[in-house]
């Protein structure tokens, strides 16, 4: 039903910044909420930041202060990113829930992701 693609990853220096966007495709009426996920090489999958379909925001403690998360437009959101540490260097996965309330359930949608690196 949705397609999500994501955009802006590369390579960084520590310090610096990067934005990250992520395109829905599809019927997107009853998102409830975007987020931004992240895989770290031999590490699992973290949540980094949400955003819900009334704008209450959601960061995870490693990345508070330095990312903002933002619904662009009704089928875009992105990823500011400051401050970045090599810490960040990550596999960087955009993720929207929706479903409506009338529905028996909701479904999430993944994108394929997009590589940041944070090094000198």
């Excluded at 996920?37 to 508070?64: F, L, N």
């Excluded at 330095?66 to 400051?82: A, G, P």
């Amino acid at each position: 039903q949705l397609q999500l693609a994501e955009s802006g990853g590369g390579l960084v220096q520590p310090g610096g910044s990067l934005r990250l966007s992520c395109a829905a495709s599809g019927d997107t009426t009853c998102i409830n909420t975007l987020g931004w996920y992240r895989q770290a090489p031999g590490k699992e999958r973290e949540m980094v930041a949400t955003i819900t379909h009334g704008g209450t925001t959601t960061y995870s403690d490693t990345v508070k202060g330095r990312f903002t998360i933002s619904r662009d437009t009704t089928k875009k959101f992105s990823l500011q990113m400051n401050s970045l540490s090599p810490d960040d260097t990550a596999v960087y996965y955009c993720t929207v829930n929706e479903g409506c309330y009338y529905e028996a359930s909701t479904t999430d949608y993944w994108g394929k992701g997009t590589l940041v690196t944070v090094s000198s």
